[in-house]
């Protein structure tokens, strides 16, 4: 279940213009074959390009991700997401080889 209801105002405006931008889809390299609107927007994950960058909060520095492409970052260092993911099924014990 995605937390994006608890980010402030601010960041669920971002979001919402992220989403339509990227028509809904996640921008992830395991969804590339996915339809437009494929994603719901309470479903979206906001993943920021370029960390402490002097133009970070731009809508060009951000993409929308589903859970399972968001999971699995390189940058991603929550652990619990990973067990959580793990957990659902969403990812499975290879998870580590489809880090990107």
Do not use: E, H
């Not at 437009?36 to 309470?42: G, P, Q, T, V």
């Amino acid at each position: 279940m995605s937390t994006w209801c608890q980010t402030p105002v601010k960041s669920q405006a971002l979001r919402r213009r992220l989403w339509l931008r990227d028509q809904g889809c996640c921008q992830g390299p395991y969804c590339t074959a996915k339809a437009a609107w494929s994603l719901a927007f309470d479903q979206c994950y906001l993943d920021q390009l370029q960390r402490g960058k002097a133009d970070g909060q731009t809508d060009a520095a951000f993409r929308i991700l589903c859970r399972r492409c968001y999971v699995l970052r390189a940058a991603n260092r929550s652990v619990g997401r990973i067990a959580a993911a793990l957990g659902d099924g969403l990812i499975g014990p290879d998870w580590r080889s489809l880090v990107w």
